[in-house]
């Protein structure tokens, strides 16, 4: 369900300034954050779920943080 609002609402995904950077330095890519985020997002294997007013979405070795109302992606990490 989770992963179905976000694909519907997948034109409003964005991040800031700040976390163009933040997201590129936690994942260890040059690539557009944005777009390799959401690239992850719509692979069969990902699993989205929601805490408080937040969405997780955990593909391949990553976790991207995204705020639900206002669809920002705060953050990503690998683990």
């Known amino acids: ?14 991040t800031t300034e700040m976390g163009v950077g933040r997201i590129q330095k936690n994942l260890g890519i040059a690539d557009e954050p944005v777009s390799y985020c959401v690239s992850k997002l719509k692979q069969d294997n990902s699993v989205v779920t ?4 937040n969405y997780y979405v ?4 990553c976790i991207i943080t995204i705020n639900s109302s206002s ?3 705060i953050t990503a990490h690998k683990f």
């Open 1 to 14: 369900m989770h992963k179905k609002i976000l694909i519907k609402n997948v034109e409003k995904i964005h």
């Open 50 to 53: 929601k805490e408080g007013k």
């Open 58 to 61: 955990n593909a391949d070795d």
């Open 71 to 73: 669809f920002t992606i």
